[in-house]
């Protein structure tokens, strides 16, 4: 075991994990931090998406040693206790939750992407996204609610879901 | 996952002591390695972290060359401008290894290092004459990278080598370079072909030629035969045909479960010929088009 300190949305944890531990389980079985999901565990569904130094990685491919110093990101670091993130709202709005297993990763990976790029076409919101699979075969809804979060975030506004 | 121990290596000395132990393997990116580990087709004892290494990670441009860290990410050499104005083939291919986040986490190095033969950046990285930085015990040796693999998920690294540099030479601004990946998914998936194809054209005629192929050999491999046919004469329809002819008969495909050897070799043909007539279309050449 070892002694690994690392900021979880804002807030510096020291906690011990085992060498062969990923980040994934210790945010989930630690940190109880479960609204990060394991669906593969092999860094093919995106399910696990977080931000680890601003970018997004799959958890389940990061061992726990190696976040030790480094600035992690959940799905519950968007969020407070009231109030949705914007692009969490969007998804609610547009009914781009279907069973909700992939929408954390979902929205996780929107927020890299309108970081970086504030308006994406349809082909680089799907290509940015290719990574995160959604079993439930909803993504025509889940582009548009990227497309309506992106609207909402520009200054003239708009972007409102069939 | 079953047990190892995690071992952060602080400088390339530390990383060669304790690579003696058995079973120890180098840990960069982890997009692979932990895949492997968690289906337990390897079984480490330690892993040894060589990301805190100083001077393993970031890109130098120099007049006709670059170096690139062997632990910098895919995604930085995907996006970085310089790779995009510089060495667009590369950029080109890194931006068709796995997803966005795999790309953030997974290094230029362990692509080359995990030496799978269809490893995503090595066909281009083939056509830019890479030579390849190795530090071990006995001191520091540079290979060409197209004598880097020597089968399947093996390289010429030995005695706990470690990558420590890849020299790359960056084209004149006159080349014109195209990598194509075929792969059953197009998203998330390897490349069951991957074609690369460079060329330095003067006055319509090609200066310069290189091909690296990805996914047909037990290697990533470069096609001298084709390269020499293209070198010094103009890109015209008989010497594509010729040259995607010969680059389909010069490699070993196999049959797995994404294609067949036949189609593979079918394709390898189909893509050199279409990069050929790409890259015919954004030439000027004296007499005009290609005919």
Redesign the interface.
């Known amino acids: 075991m ?1 002694q690994i300190k690392f900021r979880v949305n804002g807030v510096m944890q020291s906690i011990e994990a ?5 980040l994934l389980d210790i945010l989930r079985e630690r940190l109880h931090l479960t609204g990060t999901k394991k669906g593969c ?4 569904c ?1 399910a696990c ?1 977080v931000l ?1 130094n601003k ?4 958890s ?4 726990a ?2 976040v030790d110093g480094c600035e992690v990101i959940t799905i519950e670091g968007l969020a407070n206790e009231e109030k949705n993130d914007p692009i969490q709202q969007a998804f609610v709005d547009c009914g781009a939750v279907q069973c909700g297993f992939c929408t954390p990763g979902m929205v996780m ?1 929107t927020h ?1 992407l309108l970081e970086e790029t504030p308006n994406p076409s349809e082909e680089e919101i799907r ?6 699979l959604c079993r439930c075969t909803g993504y025509v809804k889940i582009v548009e609610a990227v497309q309506t979060a992106a609207a909402r975030r520009l200054p003239e506004g708009g972007g409102e879901c069939d | 996952m079953n047990s190892f121990r995690y071992q952060k290596a602080g400088n390339i000395s530390e990383a060669l002591k304790w690579s003696k132990e058995s079973q120890a393997y180098y840990l960069a990116g982890g997009t692979d390695l932990l895949g492997k580990i968690k289906t337990e087709r390897i079984k480490p004892s330690v892993l040894i972290d060589l990301k805190k290494i100083p001077g393993l990670r970031g890109i130098s441009f120099y007049d006709d060359r670059a170096e690139i860290g062997p632990l910098t990410t895919i995604r930085e050499i995907e996006i970085s401008p310089q790779v995009k104005e510089r060495l667009p083939i590369l950029s080109s291919a890194s931006g068709k290894l796995g997803s966005v986040q795999v790309r953030n986490k997974a290094t230029i190095g362990g692509n080359i290092c995990n030496a799978a033969p269809s490893a995503e950046t090595v066909p281009a990285l083939l056509c830019l004459d890479t030579v390849a930085e190795i530090v071990g015990p006995t001191g520091v040796r540079q290979i060409p990278l197209d004598y880097f693999f020597i089968g399947p998920g093996q390289t010429i690294l030995q005695n706990g080598e470690i990558l420590r540099k890849l020299i790359v030479k960056v084209p004149p601004t006159t080349s014109r370079g195209i990598y194509h990946k075929l792969s059953v998914r197009r998203a998330m998936d390897i490349a069951f072909v991957g074609v690369a194809v460079l060329l330095e054209v003067v006055a319509g005629k090609i200066a310069h030629a290189r091909i690296g192929l990805g996914a047909v050999a037990p290697v990533p491999m470069r096609v001298p035969q084709a390269e020499n046919l293209l070198a010094g004469n103009f890109l015209s329809k008989e010497l594509i045909t010729d040259a995607a002819y010969i680059t389909a008969q010069s490699c070993q495909p196999i049959s797995d479960i994404r294609a067949s050897a036949d189609y593979r070799r079918l394709m390898v043909k189909s893509l050199i010929e279409k990069a050929l007539w790409q890259i015919s279309t954004t030439i000027e050449l004296p007499g005009g088009e290609v005919k």
Do not use: H, I, S
Request: aromatic content about 4%.
């Open positions: 070892r085992a060498d062969n531990q990923t565990d092999e860094g093919d995106g998406t680890l970018q997004p990685v799959n389940c491919l990061v061992l040693a190696e990976m890299a290509n940015f996204m290719e990574g995160n």
